[in-house]
């Protein structure tokens, strides 16, 4: 993968992660929750529950899967995103190529996620406040996730409010969206190799191929 997808792939992990419980808030038809105060109070029950199992807590593959099947996937628009990071050429691509890269792209974010894990312990994040119109549908929530004796870490959540709960649509760290960064690495893969060489590296980089 692209150098620049090494070097930050972890910590955006753990913005998705505190971002993980999005369901538990899903809103009712008189009230929803404020993004900011909902990405901080999940945050803080994430980071409990990674603190009280210790399978994730250690990046044990199949609980990870578990994890992010049962929270992370609900509340991330995930067929967009993957859409995204592949480009026009999502348009093109065949059902059977569609899923296929859904499920690659699924299986990137457990590996990066069991690797990341461990990098929870001791963090906490910080939400910064959110400016927006009362009706506002689409909205940036900044914040950073800070540790003792680390410098903090600057993350930034694209939400949308649908059906009655906010879904995550990209993340930012350190300045650099996640979607946008995908989207450079996999279009060089696909002038070099089409589709379907973008599917046989994801399988290699996830060790399935």
Known sequence: MHPVIKRFRSVVVLG?????????WAASP????????FIETLGNQ????????????AGDNKAVRALVDELVLPVLAFEQMTAS????????AS????????????????????????????KTLVVFPVRMAPDDTDVTVRSEIQGLGSEPVPLAYRLSFEEGAWVINDINVIGIWLVETYRTQFAQQIQKTGVDGLIKALKRLNGNA
């Open 16 to 24: 998705c992660l505190l971002a993980g419980f999005v369901t538990a």
């Open 30 to 37: 008189i009230e929803r929750p404020a993004p900011g105060q």
């Open 46 to 57: 994430l980071l409990a529950r990674v603190t009280s199992d210790p399978k994730v807590a």
């Open 85 to 92: 990071s592949v480009g026009p050429a999502w348009r093109s």
């Open 95 to 122: 059902p059977a190529q569609r899923m296929a890269l859904q499920e690659q792209f699924k299986l990137l974010l457990v590996r990066t996620y069991a690797g990341a894990l461990k990098q929870l312990q001791g």
